[in-house]
């Protein structure tokens, strides 16, 4: 029974491996990163992420779903920006998909992948270090309405392409995720005629309405003399 107990145990533990997914292009991604940093690249429907690596054979990603295309084209490029071998694969421990990039021998430099994302983009935190999410070009996470970022960034730039990029220095463990809704910069003033539109449109039918009931008892009153007559 003991036994049985521990070889439980250690499957809870170790997970379910899944099977190896096929590696992606380096020239797809911004390399290299920066150290002891992990950058996310949003693109509306799907997020790049950089992660820096330092002498490592074995490292891991939160991956936030379970969908197939929620990981894909993964690389590995080390400090001199050559391609490094290594096997990735999906593990399932304690209910939480992870991803597993596993080197031959200790690697320092940057590996990458794709996920699935959106304009509402949450990661969880598992460790330390500085987080830099960039913006699609012409979208902003400071719009009073439609964007948040949380929790509140260190800072926020633009960089040389004309992005919006917001900073966290060492989030973890005081927050357990990061989370940014962005929309496009002029999605507020596009709001903002939306709803003139919507109110000119309105006033328009209530004129209307009360044009139409003004003649409708004008109508019946004139009914009424003819009949008293």
């Not at 990039?101 to 699935?116: C, D, I, K, L, R």
């Not at 939306?194 to 309405?209: K, M, Q, R, T, W």
């Given at each position: 029974?003991?036994?049985?107990?521990?070889?439980?145990?250690?499957?809870?533990?170790?997970?379910?491996?899944?099977?190896?997914?096929?590696t992606?292009?380096?020239?797809?991604?911004?390399?290299p990163?920066?150290?002891?940093?992990?950058?996310?690249?949003?693109?509306?429907?799907?997020?790049?992420?950089?992660?820096?690596?330092?002498?490592?054979?074995?490292?891991?990603?939160?991956?936030?779903?379970?969908?197939?295309?929620?990981?894909?084209?993964?690389v590995?490029?080390?400090?001199?920006?050559?391609?490094?071998?290594?096997?990735?694969?999906?593990?399932?421990?304690?209910?939480?998909?992870?991803?597993?990039?596993?080197?031959?021998?200790?690697f320092?430099?940057?590996?990458?992948?794709?996920?699935?994302?959106?304009?509402d983009?949450?990661?969880?935190?598992?460790?330390?270090?500085?987080?830099?999410?960039?913006?699609?070009?012409?979208?902003?996470?400071?719009s009073?309405?439609?964007?948040?970022?949380?929790?509140?960034?260190?800072?926020?730039?633009?960089?040389?392409?004309g992005?919006?990029v917001?900073?966290?220095?060492?989030p973890?463990?005081?927050?357990?995720?990061?989370?940014?809704?962005?929309?496009?910069?002029?999605?507020p003033?596009?709001?903002?005629?939306f709803?003139?539109?919507?109110?000119?449109?309105?006033?328009?039918?209530?004129?209307?309405?009360?044009?139409?009931?003004?003649?409708?008892?004008?109508?019946r009153?004139?009914?009424?003399?003819?009949?008293?007559?």
């Amino acid at each position: 029974m003991r036994y049985l107990v521990l070889v439980l145990l250690s499957f809870l533990a170790a997970g379910c491996i899944a099977p190896e997914i096929r590696t992606g292009n380096p020239a797809e991604y911004e390399l290299p990163g920066l150290n002891n940093t992990t950058i996310f690249y949003l693109n509306i429907s799907s997020v790049q992420v950089v992660e820096n690596v330092i002498n490592s054979t074995t490292v891991g990603f939160i991956i936030p779903d379970k969908t197939e295309m929620n990981f894909r084209n993964p690389v590995a490029v080390d400090y001199s920006g050559n391609n490094v071998s290594f096997n990735v694969s999906k593990v399932l421990i304690f209910g939480k998909n992870f991803a597993r990039f596993e080197f031959s021998s200790p690697f320092s430099g940057f590996v990458a992948f794709t996920q699935s994302g959106g304009q509402d983009f949450t990661y969880p935190l598992t460790k330390n270090g500085t987080i830099r999410v960039v913006m699609p070009a012409s979208y902003t996470s400071q719009s009073m309405f439609l964007g948040v970022a949380q929790p509140k960034p260190e800072n926020v730039t633009i960089d040389s392409k004309g992005r919006e990029v917001i900073t966290w220095e060492n989030p973890y463990p005081a927050r357990k995720s990061i989370r940014v809704k962005y929309s496009h910069k002029n999605a507020p003033t596009l709001l903002f005629y939306f709803f003139f539109s919507l109110f000119i449109f309105a006033v328009l039918v209530l004129g209307y309405y009360y044009m139409s009931l003004s003649e409708l008892k004008k109508k019946r009153a004139m009914m009424e003399k003819e009949t008293k007559k």
